[in-house]
């Protein structure tokens, strides 16, 4: 049993240009939660998806997409990228709703924007 | 005033003490759920409550939901228990995060 994975590990861009990081949920696992974390700061709820379609979200706008595929891997999608949008990017996997299910976390992408 | 709030901030603990982190929140929920995070960003949740109390060897973790309150306690620490600590509400298909309870425990 593999544990969650993403990608890339660490990430530069310049503001403006689009970005995209990957997530591999635990096997078995149909529900992907994406977190934004600043710097020394808690994180904060982006989505997450169920079986395929967004089931929650956070106060973010719509520059950040995402998308779950067929064997539940997710992608998250940010659009003219920000200074702002600086930060550390987790998922989490977890069979079932997050709010109701223990979540296993990956180890973060890490975006820097210039 | 933050939706969910968490104390203390910041906590340095000798060795065998015991730990209470707190967390209050204001908005309607159904579930708390507990993290630790170490250095380096790695996150593992701790535990998931919707009522009542739950163990996991040292780690006792409660919630109130007429108060809307819970606790996590730490019994006997030690210093692999140094990480933040952070409380997570889940309600209305959202999440909201405390700022977390940074925790040293020297030995």
């Known amino acids: 049993e593999t544990g969650v994975t993403q990608s890339p590990t660490h990430l530069i861009k310049t503001r403006g240009q689009q970005v995209t990081l990957r997530c591999s949920s635990q096997?078995?696992?149909?529900?992907v939660s994406w977190y934004q974390q600043a710097l020394g700061q808690g994180p904060q709820f982006i989505f997450q998806y169920y079986r395929e379609e967004e089931n929650g979200r956070g106060n973010f706008p719509p520059r950040f997409s995402g998308l779950q595929f067929p064997n539940y891997s997710s992608e998250l999608n940010v659009n003219a990228l920000e200074l702002d949008d600086s930060a550390l990017y987790l998922c989490?996997?977890?069979?079932?709703?997050?709010?109701?299910?223990?979540?296993?976390f990956g180890p973060g992408t890490r975006l820097t924007v210039l | 005033k933050n939706e969910v709030e968490q104390s203390p901030q910041n906590l340095t603990a000798q060795e065998g003490e015991f730990i209470t982190i707190n967390c209050s929140y204001s908005?309607?929920?159904?579930?708390l759920h507990w993290l630790q995070q170490h250095p380096g960003g790695g996150i593992v949740s701790l535990f998931m409550?919707?009522?009542g109390k739950k163990k996991h060897g040292r780690l006792i973790a409660t919630i109130n939901i007429q108060e809307k309150h819970s606790s996590l306690h730490i019994t006997a620490s030690h210093p692999r228990d140094s990480a933040v600590y952070i409380c997570a509400v889940f309600g209305n298909n959202d999440m909201r995060f405390g700022a977390g309870t940074r925790l040293t425990v020297k030995p």
């Open positions: 908005v309607g929920i159904s579930a």
């Open positions: 409550l919707s009522s």
């Open positions: 096997s078995g696992h149909n529900t």
């Open positions: 989490a996997s977890s069979w079932g709703l997050a709010a109701y299910n223990e979540q296993f």
